[in-house]
C-alpha cells in the first residue's frame, strides 16, 4: 500500500504586509505563479500525496480566491488531497484561556498542533514564502521513505548552504546548524547575517565572526513523523505555564527542536541540500526572484504556465 506524505505548509502568516501587497501572493513565475504554486509542484514531484494548508479561519475567502482554488483543481487531477487547518489563538490545551491583549498565534510550534489528528505517516513542513527547490523535497522525501513504519523520535531537517540563502539587500536571520556525522547537535539562531565577498559575517555568542558560505543552515523545512506532535502539546504546555502572560512569546518549531535534543526526545538527521533557496526579506529581494524563476523556466525546470 502506498504510504501517505503529506506537506504540511505554514500559511496562517498570510495577511501580512510587503511592499504594498500580501507578501505570500507576490507573483514571481513569468506565468504569475506565486512561490506557494512552485512548492506543491516539487513536493508532488517528490512524491507527496497530501497538502494540508495551516491557515486562519479570517482569510479563508483570501486563501480560496488566492491560491486554495487553483491548487486544489491541479491536486485533484494528480491525485493529490488537499485540506487545511486552522490556527486560532484561543486554541490552546490543558484549560488555558488566551489572554484578552494576545494580538497573533503563537508560532510556528502552535500553527503544527493545528493538524492533530490529520496527519497519520511522514511530513514535511515549510514555510508558505520560501521557496526550497527541487532537491529539497527529494531529499526530504527519501529520508521519510528511509524510516520503518511506525518509527518515533527520529527527524530530518534539510540543511541549506548558508551561502545560498543570503540576500543581496541587507542582514537575514538564519539558523545555524552543528552536526555530528550527519545528527543536529545544536541550532543557533542568528540574526542580521550579512552577505561578504567571500561568505558571510554576523555576530554569534556576543563575537563578530565570518561565515563560511558552507555552513548548513536551517529554513524551517522539516521532515516529521506523527509522534512530534504529542512531543510537541507537551511542550506547549509547559511553555504556555511560564510564557502565557508574554503578549509577544512564540511556541517556534526550531526552538522546541533544541529543546526536544537536549532533553534526548528526539534525534535529527541533517539533510544538505544543493537547492537554492528564495525569499522576499526585503522588497529589493523582488526583481532578481523573478529573474531567478524565468531563468529556471527557460532552463526547462518548470513550464510557463506551471500548471
Not at 500580501?22 to 512548492?39: C, F, N, T
Not at 494528480?78 to 487545511?84: A, I, N, P, Q, R
Not at 543581496?168 to 536571520?173: N, P, S
Request: aromatic share 10%; with cysteine; net charge negative.
Amino acid at each position: 500500500m502506498k504510504r501517505e506524505r503529506t506537506l504540511v505548509v505554514l500559511a496562517a502568516g498570510m495577511g501580512s504586509r510587503f511592499a504594498g501587497g500580501i507578501k505570500q501572493l507576490q507573483p514571481v513565475g513569468p506565468s504569475g505563479e506565486v512561490i506557494m504554486d512552485y512548492s506543491i509542484c516539487d513536493a508532488i514531484e517528490a512524491g507527496f500525496n497530501r497538502v494540508i494548508f495551516i491557515i486562519r479561519h479570517d482569510i479563508q475567502e483570501l486563501f480560496d480566491q488566492t491560491v486554495g482554488k487553483r491548487v486544489r483543481a491541479v491536486c485533484e487531477k494528480k491525485g493529490v488531497e488537499v485540506l487545511c487547518a486552522y490556527q486560532e489563538k484561543t486554541d490552546l490545551p490543558g484549560g488555558f484561556v488566551c489572554p484578552a491583549d494576545r494580538a497573533k498565534p503563537w508560532g510556528t510550534g502552535h500553527a503544527l498542533l493545528s493538524c492533530r489528528g490529520m496527519l497519520r505517516d511522514g511530513f514535511a513542513v515549510i514555510n508558505a514564502d520560501d521557496y526550497y527547490g527541487k532537491d529539497a523535497y527529494r531529499r526530504a522525501a527519501e529520508f521519510l521513505n528511509s524510516l520503518p513504519e511506525n518509527s518515533e523520535g527520529t527527524y530530518g531537517l534539510v540543511g541549506f548552504r548558508l551561502g545560498n540563502t543570503l540576500s543581496e539587500h541587507g542582514g537575514v536571520t538564519r539558523g545555524l546548524c552543528r552536526n555530528e556525522d550527519g545528527w543536529l547537535t545544536h541550532i543557533v539562531e542568528t540574526k542580521n547575517i550579512m552577505k561578504t565577498p567571500d561568505g558571510a559575517r554576523a555576530e554569534v555568542f556576543g563575537e563578530i565572526r565570518d561565515l563560511s558560505p558552507d555552513v548548513p543552515v536551517s529554513m524551517n523545512m522539516w521532515a516529521f513523523t506523527p509522534d512530534v506532535l504529542d512531543k510537541l502539546e507537551a511542550r506547549f504546555i509547559e511553555f504556555l505555564g511560564e510564557k502565557i502572560g508574554e503578549p509577544k512569546s512564540e511556541f517556534l518549531i526550531p526552538v522546541e527542536m533544541g529543546t526536544f535534543l537536549s532533553r534526548n526526545l528526539a534525534r535529527i538527521r541533517v539533510l544538505p541540500t544543493t537547492s537554492r533557496w528564495f525569499g522576499m526579506t526585503f522588497a529589493e529581494d523582488m526583481p532578481g526572484v523573478r529573474s531567478a524563476f524565468k531563468e529556471m523556466t527557460d532552463e526547462g525546470l518548470y513550464t510557463s504556465p506551471l500548471f
